[in-house]
Structure formats: C-alpha cells, structure tokens
C-alpha cells in the first residue's frame, strides 16, 4: 500500500466525477435555450442511477471472475471489498478506491451517449435505459477490456476507455438517435448554441477533470501517471489547434465552439493510448483527430442525413475509433504491458490487428445491445416527447422549469 498512490486515486476520482456535471456545461451550453436545462438534467441523471447501480451489481459484474464476457455476482454491494487494503487486485490503492474511481467512469460514459438524443427524448424511459444499458453495455465490456475477459484475451488494450467510454457511448448514442428519429425542425432551421460561455466552461473542466480520467489510469503515483498526464495535455493542445486551424481554412476564422470541441476530441483520441504511447505520438494524434472528427460532423453527418444533436458519435465515437487504431499504431515497446504486442511503426502488426478486432467488436454489440434495449422499452412507454412538447421546449414539457426569463421571445 501507498499512500502517496491512495491520495493521489482519491484525487483523481474526484476530478473524473466532475466530468460529468462539466459535460452538463458543455452539453447545455451547445443545445437550444428552450432545451438547456433538460439536457444538463439528462447528463446528471447516471450520477444517482450509474451510482447506486455501480454499488449494487456494476463493480462485480465488471471485475470479479474469469469469465469471457461478464463477471459474476461474488462482490454485490461491494462485499469482500476491503476500505483499507488490497486483496483482489495486487494495487497499491486499497479495493474500495479502485472500486470508486471507476465508478466516475460508468458515471461519465451514460452521460456522453445522452447528447445523440438531446431535444426529443422522454426523461422516464431514459430513466429506464441507463440503468439496463449499463448491466448489458458497460458492465460486460469492463469486464471484456479490464477484467480480464475477451477482449483483454485477445492482446487488444485500452489504457482509460476508448472502447469502454467513447466508442460504446458515441455508437450507443448515434443507434438511440436513429431509432428516436430527427428533430422537428432538423434541416429547415440552423441550430446554434444558445450559451458559448457555457460550451467553454464546460471545455475546460473536462481538460482539468480528464487528467484524473487518463493519469488515475495508472492506479498508482509513479512515472506511467506522468507519462499519461503528460500525453494527455499535448494531444488536447494539439487537436484545438488543428481544429481552429481547419475553421480558419474552412470558414475563414476560428471560433469558440470550435477550439472547445477540438481539445475535447483530442482528449477522447488519446484516451486508450495515454499511457502506451510516446509522447511525440500524443502530438500526432492530437494534430490528426480533429481533422477526421470534423469531416465527421460536418461531412459524413450531412451526408447520411442522422441527427446526432450534439455530436456525441462524431467526436466521441469516431475519435474513439481513431484513438483506438492510433493506439495500435504508436505503442511503444518500452511501455507496451506485452512486449509482443507493440504498434505497427515499431514493426508488428499483431497490435493494431487486435485493437480493430476490438473496436469492431465494440461498435456491432453495443450498436445490438442499445436497438434491442431501446425497443423493448417503446412496448411499454413512447421513448420520443410529443410534437407539441418538443416544439414548447423540454424544460417547460419534461421538467416544468425555465433556466432564463423570457423577455421578447427569447425562449422560442
């Protein structure tokens, strides 16, 4: 035990738990004035349900066992978690903290998928999908990815969650926006963000908080933390630049909204890799995530015609993908936890085999999953508010509140 390690984690785990109302920030700084408080109350809602779910059933499920896909049920409500030592994992932070810090991340993930659907979508049945996304979605590939099961088995490797996280949130998100269908108005008005101040607090609080997400990866307060901290940080740097950069091509000028997503696209593009990569390898990544992520969300979206309301596929899912990939591109074989496994440009290609073998994976079951999920729930309750509802607006229709004054119009 240390406790330098233990101080450290507990650190960490409060920085990830501000993630999420940070995503809130962002989130409802992104949506309609009409909508901001129903779409912040969607991204805080996992903190209660993601939370007690996590005590429950979701720390077994995810790393107790040896199965391939699930765990088992040995440690329900945290039975045979030790609060001062640890006995299940060889850490140098006692059971219940690592119990803990991953909690955050089951909190933040839920959260991340709800910005596909922002605008349209009944509070009570997203109430009903969390909880059973997490036992069918989360938990299993946890288990899959860090609990020693599939997918770890298969030599694929994911430092803090880009598979976990962002690729099963943004594919997750993107089938729940499809099955719910568009806005009313999508394609015959321009939606704008109703708030930039917000989209930029909420921006750099994920900065702050994702350096708990990535450097608390290490379980431990030594040199991997800072190399993670550090990867972290360059690639977020990094990709807001290359996405201001693009804007100033594009549209002739960078903008606010623009250099916040880009920082948060390069966080989700280092995330599986933060602790494998070198760190001119975070500059790489960060510099080329933008660039795909808004041909994402500019292009590609177009194109296909989904609404993704604020891009939770585009830069979550697709960054993920991205970020996946670079990982087996750029894993070095000093920091490598196999050293048969390395990245493509230190010469093998078993590694980058792997991970897209993973995301593959990872892309068709949580794409399944959440369809199946999604219409067992439409048997019983609408998933989608009313054509009135959506056209007053959500806070007023879903939660009976207004977050500004109405003067002149101003909430229409």
Known sequence: MSGASIAFIIVCAALVFLMTPALAFFYGGLERRKNVLNTMMMAII????ASLLWLAVGYTLSFSGDGSF?????????EG??????????????????AGFQMMFSIITVAILTGSVTGRIRILPLMIFIPLWLVLVYYPLAHMVWGGGFLDKIHSIDFAGGNVVHISSGVSGLVLALVLGRRREYNQLVYRPHNVPFVLLGAGLLWFGWFGFNAGSALAADGLAVHAFMTTHIAAAAAMFSWMLIEMIHIGKPTVVGASTGLVVGLVGITPGAGFVPLWASLVIGLLV????????????EKLGYDDSLDAFGCHGIGGIFGGIATGLFTSKTLAPDKDYVGLVFGDPKLLIAQVEAIVFTIIFSAIVTFAIAKVISLFTKLRVEDKAEAIGLDDSELDETAYPTFMGLDS
């Open 290 to 301: 933008s660039p795909v992520c808004y041909f994402a969300v500019s292009n590609i979206k």
């Open 46 to 49: 996992p903190i209660a349900l």
């Open 81 to 98: 978690v030790d609060m001062a030592n640890n006995t299940l994992h060889g850490l140098e932070i006692p059971d219940g903290l690592f």
């Open 70 to 78: 699930i765990g088992n049920f040995k440690h329900v409500f945290f």
